[in-house]
């Protein structure tokens, strides 16, 4: 057998359901490697569901719990993690129906029986993608994975005897049945509970004390090819999909070595902006980095290379020091304020021209925009023409795809009032979304918000402060869930609208 079944619905309803998420991205990725499997073993052991589920115009998670909806927040508390439970249904719901529409073109037909057959000649894939606590949580759903009938089969009744076994059993049935789903629910905690280890990729994280910063260190050779490489991390979904992509990046069949313990913080600092720092080290000659906690520590054979590569990263982790053997600058020390422009409209360009017209995500436009420096004059909203070239190349992507909708963001300095400067930040963020309508961009896929100096990210005591803090940031507005997301390059910072 060719295809693996389990591998398809991960490939094919992942992409489907995650496209242009952002956030909890691993943890909803993991979520759905739980449940797909689960899915399956439910239609396998109950064939009406596949036929209840396709008459439904947007099957949801409730509909597969109907039988005991009493499970259904139990069973989301153990697969979301620290995820808001919430969250990981809407992702849940969104995998049922792309699960089903995958399995009728496999079976090559929407007939339950049909579907059914395809689960079973996989079933071997089916069963080892289980996750250990999925055979408690069935059997208390009244489903055997080993057979695919269903437990606790009645006896035929005889009519005649039913008054009889009514006065007897009246009370015993509904204490056993009380005792049974008690004893299934403390095994599935129980089980969560005593995982204080690393967890398999097929399970659920440990939820332990971490006490080590998670950590990767890699280095190039001579022709910037990777040569050495290793991970740290107590999360192993994220260690998976990091290491899918260092391997794609560098193309590596090995990639990294690994240490997935609890003892190591399950998230980077910027992790979501890791994947396009390590494109900025591929060919990189004899460069070696280290991404822990706060830091970026980067080293190369000669000065200037490090000195360049680290120019073109700081725009990119905004909430990390990036250190080179020079002096060991920080991302706070003295920068010209031209060269941080014209780096960084530079970076901005080149990020948008590399953007393929044809598969366009609004995390690439946020990304590409954020790059750029866009230094107002005092007091001034009249955007400088150094932008207005790379805002013209956005708004040509922008107006290709109408899903993308963008929040403009302001911020000002410290210097002058509290009012005024909220007031300039609102007019120069208004500025940008004025500029891209009359770009063609629709009004309806933009919205602008200052902010004044609210939100600084330097220290206005200094005049590198004060230039830091004259910004304006993109963010990716979730229209479905309300979200707001600072985009660096998959997405850093969420939190809900104001």
């Known amino acids: 057998m060719h295809l693996n079944l389990i591998d398809l619905l991960k490939q094919k309803v992942s992409a489907t359901v995650l496209e242009g998420e952002t956030a909890y991205l691993s943890e909803k990725s993991q979520a ?17 569901f596949i036929t209840n589920l396709q008459q439904q115009l947007n099957p949801r998670l409730g509909d597969i719990f109907i039988i005991n909806p009493s499970l259904k927040q139990e069973f989301l508390q153990q697969i979301s993690g620290t995820v808001p439970t919430e969250i990981i249904e809407s992702t849940l719901n969104h995998s049922i129906a792309p699960t089903l529409g995958v399995l ?14 395809l689960i ?26 080993a057979s695919g009938q269903t437990l606790h089969q009645a006896p035929p009744i005889d009519p005649d005897r039913v008054p009889e076994e009514k006065r007897k059993s009246g009370f015993l049935i509904p204490l ?22 690393s967890t398999p990729a097929s399970g659920i994280p440990a939820e332990t004390a971490s006490s080590e910063p998670a950590k990767l260190q890699l280095s190039t050779g001579s022709t910037g090819d990777l040569i050495t490489c290793q991970l740290y991390s107590g999360n192993a979904s994220y260690i998976e999909i990091l290491q899918k992509e260092i391997k794609q990046i560098f193309n590596h069949n090995t990639g990294c070595g690994v240490e997935n313990n609890a003892r190591y913080h399950s998230e980077f600092i910027d992790q979501d902006v890791i994947p396009t720092v ?18 970026l520590a980067i080293q190369t054979a000669h000065p200037a290379d490090a000195e360049q590569l680290a120019a073109q990263i700081r725009p990119l982790v905004k909430n990390m020091t990036v250190l080179t053997p020079a002096g060991m600058q920080s991302a706070s020390a003295v920068v010209d304020p031209d060269t941080a422009i014209a780096t960084g409209n530079s970076n901005a360009e080149q990020a948008l021209a590399e953007i393929n017209p044809d598969q366009i995500r609004a995390l690439d436009i946020a990304t590409a925009l954020n790059m750029q420096i866009i230094n107002f004059d005092t007091a001034s909203a009249e955007i400088p023409d150094a932008n207005k070239s790379i805002l013209d190349q956005a708004a040509a992507l922008i107006k290709r795809v109408p899903q993308v909708h963008l929040t403009v963001k302001g911020h000002t300095d410290a210097v002058g009032g509290a009012e005024q400067n909220k007031a300039l930040s609102q007019k120069r963020a208004q500025a940008i979304v004025d500029y891209l309508v009359k770009q063609g961009v629709d009004p309806a896929q933009l919205q602008a918000v200052g902010y004044g100096s609210q939100q600084p990210v330097a220290d206005n005591a200094t005049p590198e402060g004060q230039f830091k803090n004259r910004r304006i940031e993109f963010e990716v507005l979730n229209t479905e869930t309300g979200i707001v997301r600072a985009v660096d390059n998959e997405g850093v910072v969420e939190k809900k609208i104001n």
């Open 32 to 48: 759905l490697s739980n449940f797909i499997p689960i899915l399956l073993s439910i239609f396998k052991s109950k064939p009406e």
């Open 104 to 117: 009728e073109d496999e079976a090559g037909s929407s007939d339950s029986s049909a579907i059914t057959h």
């Open 120 to 145: 079973e000649n996989h079933w071997p894939a089916v069963s080892s993608a289980l996750p250990h606590w999925a055979p408690a949580l069935l059997s208390a759903l009244g489903m055997n994975t």
């Open 176 to 197: 056993i049945v009380f005792l049974v789903l008690a004893a299934l629910l403390a095994f599935i905690f129980k089980s969560c509970a005593d995982r204080t280890e």
């Open 278 to 295: 390590l494109k900025m080290v591929k060919g990189v000659p004899n460069a070696s980095l280290t991404w822990m906690g706060d830091q």
